[in-house]
């Protein structure tokens, strides 16, 4: 899919966080879309974690476009105060 773009981000050679893009996605909800841009996560409820982020649009056919995805690890931090 030409225009696309996946990026995967490694720490220590683990996994940190991955973004994708669909370029033929983004164009055809760009075609004939209503001027709304849905987003929306997840939390992955495995023994490693993380959250999945969606953008999504819809067209005038009520036709979803899934433009843009990303997983990323969760990271606590405990506050002492």
Known sequence: NPGSTFLLNLEN????SSYMYLDACKRGFLSAYRP???L???HIKTKFGGIILTAVGIDTND???PIALAVLEVVSV???G
Do not use: K, P, T, W
């Open 13 to 16: 050679r683990q996994f940190s």
């Open 36 to 38: 709304v841009l849905f």
């Open 40 to 42: 929306d996560g997840c």
């Open 63 to 65: 036709c979803i476009y």
């Open 78 to 80: 405990d506050i002492e």
